[in-house]
């Protein structure tokens, strides 16, 4: 097709929620070349919006895509609009609206009314990188206004950090293999996931067979099958550094299989962008088979998202609840700043999102050898050394599933209180892991996470259905105070704004599992 001059105007509309922050520690900035090859996913509108039911009783994915997935017509539109500018359409899908696409930084940032740079910033964890960049607001064409949702992945900048901590050998009181939290939590017994599949979400490291097998070996158990997919270019890149991603990837995988070693666990890794993140997400809950559970262990506070970027998320996290898979997602290791410097609470996302299970995280003192509790508190080392996130968005609704379990309201915030359910998560009680070679001892709620998606594929193997979107039903009727079916209420503790209590709390939520109980009550 022919390509409009490059000096001619074209016809754009702002793009709503696109506008973007400088990124943190901006320490130098320069034009990007304008030759540079990018790649980006836009997000199409749905056809209609995903009723609540269908959260809880999921439809096979034909039936999902042709009543929920975009309009054929309307990725034609985006398809014919954008070659027509000289944009590649690289692929499209109805089932889950996505349209990659490719072009020159000079080409995408004409088409949708930006300036692209490259930038040199400072990651989560203060390392200094290099990245394409972006102030402001977006547009698209205006032939495309209200059809196109979002257009994500022209800055780069890394967009999530993993939430583990990895436990200082002296600093260790107790820790734990998978195995002994999964008799101290009384996951339901004759299961073990069979028949069900574990997505875990990564944005870096890697995982080598090696470590598995003797990891597994260690435990006394058969491996389970554990494959890795690659998305946007990203691959299992293992030996790495093990207090680094490849610390992330062993204690997601070596949890989630320890716990549910018949689960065929398949370990996306995508590029830690917010395109990278979204798309590792959107191909997991499209994956046939659907999920039982999708795991993420990596987050951001959520105001460090921009609105386009945290609502197509949000609406992954729906197509999947949509179509079978109970998404956990780690609650954040910082308590109830998550990080932020401006004094107030912040909550970390993806966990904040109603269509995720937050997991929260504790410390614990049990008897392994007889998986008695002897005390179980708020996970909290104090300011800088981790402590569970918690608390309420200020930027997603109140759920109906807890309008009546006692979230706080304030001026700043009034909506879906963070978390769900809790775990061991202290370092100090850590997990007990093989990394590229290495024994260690690691916290932090990215280890509830892939514990909580074991528990839910054990379910799921029991009950023969899959959850879906899990918290109507673990909230059922309960009111403030109350304690919830199939969990042991934690009561003591903080994490800095907010306290533990009776019944829900912003701390570990409804508290942690007894999973056999909870079998019962679903």
Same mark, same amino acid.
């Given at each position: 097709?022919?390509?409009?001059?490059?000096?001619?105007?074209?016809?754009?509309?702002?793009?709503?929620?696109?506008?973007?922050?400088?990124?943190?520690?901006?320490?130098?900035?320069?034009?990007?070349?304008?030759?540079?090859?990018?790649?980006?996913?836009?997000?199409?509108?749905?056809?209609?919006?995903?009723?609540?039911?269908?959260?809880?009783?999921?439809?096979?994915?034909?039936?999902?895509?042709?009543?929920?997935?975009?309009?054929?017509?309307?990725?034609?539109?985006?398809?014919?609009?954008?070659?027509?500018?000289?944009?590649?359409?690289?692929?499209?899908?109805?089932?889950?609206?996505?349209?990659?696409?490719?072009?020159?930084?000079?080409?995408?940032?004409?088409?949708?009314?930006?300036?692209?740079?490259?930038?040199?910033?400072?990651?989560?964890?203060?390392?200094?990188?290099?990245?394409?960049?972006?102030?402001?607001?977006?547009?698209?064409?205006?032939?495309?206004?209200?059809?196109?949702?979002?257009?994500?992945?022209?800055?780069?900048?890394?967009?999530?950090?993993?939430?583990?901590?990895?436990?200082?050998?002296?600093?260790?009181?107790?820790?734990?293999?998978?195995?002994?939290?999964?008799?101290?939590?009384?996951?339901?017994?004759?299961?073990?996931?069979?028949?069900?599949?574990?997505?875990?979400?990564?944005?870096?490291?890697?995982?080598?067979?090696?470590?598995?097998?003797?990891?597994? @070996?260690?435990?006394?158990?058969?491996?389970?099958?554990?494959?890795?997919?690659?998305?946007?270019?990203?691959?299992?890149?293992?030996?790495?550094?093990?207090? @680094?991603?490849?610390?992330?990837?062993?204690?997601?995988?070596?949890?989630?299989?320890?716990?549910?070693?018949?689960?065929?666990?398949?370990?996306?890794?995508?590029?830690?962008?917010?395109?990278?993140?979204?798309?590792?997400?959107?191909?997991?809950?499209?994956?046939?088979?659907?999920?039982?559970?999708?795991?993420?262990?990596?987050?951001?506070?959520?105001?460090?998202?921009?609105?386009?970027?945290?609502?197509?998320?949000?609406?992954?996290?729906?197509?999947?609840?949509?179509?079978?898979?109970?998404?956990?997602?780690?609650?954040?290791?910082?308590?109830?700043?998550?990080?932020?410097?401006?004094?107030?609470?912040?909550?970390?996302?993806?966990?904040?999102?109603?269509?995720?299970?937050?997991?929260?995280?504790?410390?614990?003192?049990?008897?392994?050898?007889?998986?008695?509790?002897?005390?179980?508190?708020?996970?909290?080392?104090?300011?800088?050394?981790?402590?569970?996130?918690?608390?309420?968005?200020?930027?997603?609704?109140?759920?109906?599933?807890?309008?009546?379990? @006692?979230?706080?309201?304030?001026?700043?915030?009034? @909506?879906?209180?963070?978390?769900?359910?809790?775990?061991?998560?202290?370092?100090?009680?850590?997990?007990?892991?093989?990394?590229?070679?290495?024994?260690?001892?690691?916290?932090?709620?990215?280890?509830?996470?892939?514990?909580?998606?074991?528990?839910?594929?054990?379910?799921?193997?029991?009950?023969?259905?899959?959850?879906?979107?899990?918290?109507?039903?673990?909230?059922?009727?309960?009111?403030?105070?109350?304690?919830?079916?199939?969990?042991?209420?934690?009561?003591?503790?903080?994490?800095?704004?907010?306290?533990?209590?009776?019944?829900?709390?912003?701390?570990?939520?409804?508290?942690?599992?007894?999973?056999?109980?909870?079998?019962?009550?679903?």
């Amino acid at each position: 097709m022919a390509t409009p001059h490059e000096n001619e105007p074209l016809d754009l509309t702002p793009l709503p929620g696109s506008e973007r922050a400088p990124a943190p520690g901006v320490t130098s900035s320069e034009p990007l070349p304008p030759e540079t090859p990018i790649q980006a996913t836009l997000i199409v509108r749905r056809r209609a919006e995903v009723p609540e039911d269908v959260l809880t009783n999921p439809l096979p994915p034909d039936e999902f895509a042709a009543r929920y997935g975009a309009d054929p017509a309307d990725l034609q539109l985006v398809t014919s609009t954008l070659e027509s500018l000289g944009v590649t359409v690289i692929d499209s899908s109805v089932a889950d609206r996505r349209v990659r696409v490719s072009g020159t930084a000079a080409l995408l940032s004409r088409v949708f009314g930006t300036d692209l740079g490259l930038a040199t910033s400072v990651d989560a964890n203060d390392n200094a990188v290099t990245h394409r960049h972006r102030t402001g607001g977006l547009s698209v064409p205006s032939v495309l206004s209200g059809v196109v949702t979002a257009v994500i992945g022209l800055d780069d900048r890394p967009q999530a950090r993993a939430l583990f901590r990895v436990a200082m050998p002296a600093a260790v009181n107790t820790s734990y293999t998978p195995i002994e939290l999964g008799a101290i939590y009384s996951f339901p017994p004759n299961t073990d996931g069979s028949g069900t599949t574990i997505a875990i979400i990564e944005l870096g490291g890697g995982f080598a067979q090696s470590d598995l097998d003797a990891y597994f @070996g260690g435990l006394g158990i058969t491996p389970p099958t554990v494959t890795a997919v690659g998305v946007d270019g990203a691959t299992n890149v293992p030996g790495q550094d093990p207090n @680094g991603a490849d610390g992330e990837v062993l204690l997601d995988i070596e949890v989630a299989g320890a716990l549910a070693p018949g689960a065929h666990i398949i370990v996306y890794f995508a590029p830690n962008t917010d395109a990278g993140f979204l798309d590792a997400v959107v191909t997991a809950a499209h994956a046939t088979p659907t999920p039982a559970a999708i795991s993420i262990s990596w987050g951001q506070s959520e105001d460090q998202w921009t609105a386009q970027a945290r609502t197509a998320f949000d609406q992954a996290l729906v197509d999947a609840a949509a179509l079978g898979a109970t998404t956990t997602a780690a609650a954040g290791d910082d308590g109830s700043s998550d990080r932020e410097t401006d004094g107030r609470p912040h909550v970390d996302f993806p966990a904040s999102s109603p269509h995720a299970l937050a997991c929260g995280g504790t410390r614990l003192n049990a008897d392994a050898s007889t998986a008695t509790v002897r005390s179980e508190t708020v996970w909290n080392n104090g300011p800088g050394n981790g402590a569970t996130g918690g608390g309420v968005s200020d930027t997603f609704p109140r759920p109906a599933w807890q309008a009546n379990v @006692g979230v706080p309201t304030s001026a700043q915030a009034s @909506g879906r209180g963070v978390p769900d359910v809790a775990a061991d998560a202290d370092p100090q009680t850590g997990y007990r892991i093989l990394v590229d070679g290495q024994e260690i001892v690691i916290g932090g709620t990215s280890a509830v996470a892939p514990l909580w998606a074991a528990l839910i594929a054990r379910l799921v193997q029991s009950t023969g259905r899959p959850l879906g979107l899990a918290q109507p039903k673990l909230y059922d009727t309960i009111s403030a105070g109350q304690v919830a079916p199939g969990f042991r209420d934690i009561t003591k503790g903080d994490n800095g704004a907010y306290d533990a209590g009776p019944g829900w709390d912003a701390c570990t939520g409804l508290g942690v599992p007894n999973g056999s109980a909870l079998l019962a009550a679903l």
